[in-house]
């Protein structure tokens, strides 16, 4: 049996030798006081700064959350990324960071479900814990529903992109934005039209913003829900998680079916968001990735009710 060479290692240094020899060293003599009452708060420094600022707050904050939908899954987990932010006068130097993060883990440690009813109760809380007006937060997650087969039946999960934007202001109360970033399907009117034979395809990306009215009841509604449908039910197809063939047989003829331009699916998703009477005003924008092109095509359109009822 042949024996393995041992081979000597190195002696190192201790850990504390290395540390120095990277650069470390001894702490010095503290004089700065290390009770929180003695230590300076510049961020509450009262003067005048010159200017009110209109956002200060921190971003890109992950923490888990929950989500309640009306489709299956009805109860998920997931990971909110948050922005926090309020106004500033110009008499305060700045806010205190850390109370937006202080608020945060306050709600996770109850279960932070993200509802519009839980977030102006969060933004109100906000307010008066930084001693402002007002507050904002936005949370964006991914949201998941199933879909089934057109055919077959047999189930996957689909999923869109959605953000709830909630702010409260001591003046003027609470207002709630809410968007879904929704994927579809869109086959091209003009090669239907002109080839022998088929048409291309493509997948686009249709992006929902839209302002919800005071009135506007999530017990009876969930906007993800209805901004999804919005988006699938003007596209040429909807995506499946799960094909068999038969499902790719109806899902391709559907989409020949129904040819649409980016053109068409912004004014007929809109004219889908006007008709829903909680909706104030709405953003679309839809994005197709060309399959015969190397660039993409796009469209979108803004409309405000409101300010339309003005100009009538």
Partial sequence: ?????????????????????????????????????????LQNTKKDFLFNLDVVGISNVKYPITIDSNLNPNFQSSIGT???????????????????MEQLN?????????????????????????????????????????????????TGLNHADAMIRVTYDQTKGYSADVSLSALITTLCPCSKEISEYSAHNQRGEVNMEATLSDDFDEKKTDWKEMLLEAAESNASARL??????????????????????????????????????????????????????????????????LASLHEH
């Fill in 240 to 305: 499946h998680p799960v094909l068999k063939r038969p499902d790719e047989k109806m899902v391709t003829e559907q989409a020949y079916e129904n040819p649409r331009f980016v053109e068409d699916i912004v004014r007929l998703v809109a004219a889908d968001l006007y008709e829903i009477p909680f909706i104030t005003k709405f953003n679309i924008s839809c994005k197709n990735e060309e399959s015969i092109h190397m660039h993409d095509a796009i469209a979108s359109i803004k409309f405000d009710k």
């Fill in 1 to 41: 049996m042949q024996q393995t060479k041992i081979i000597p290692l190195k002696q190192l240094p201790t850990k504390e030798q290395r540390h120095r020899l990277f650069g470390s060293v001894q702490p010095t003599e503290k004089t700065k006081p290390v009770e929180k009452s003695k230590m300076a708060d």
């Fill in 106 to 154: 306050d709600y996770y440690e109850q279960g932070f479900s993200i509802t519009i009813a839980n977030l102006n109760k969060f933004t109100k809380g906000l307010a008066k814990r930084l001693d402002q007006k007002d507050a904002t937060i936005e949370v964006s997650f991914p949201w998941f529903f199933e879909r089934r087969g057109p055919d077959s039946g047999l």
């Fill in 82 to 100: 948050f922005k926090f932010s309020s106004s500033l006068t110009n008499t305060s130097k700045g806010t205190n960071m850390s109370r937006f």
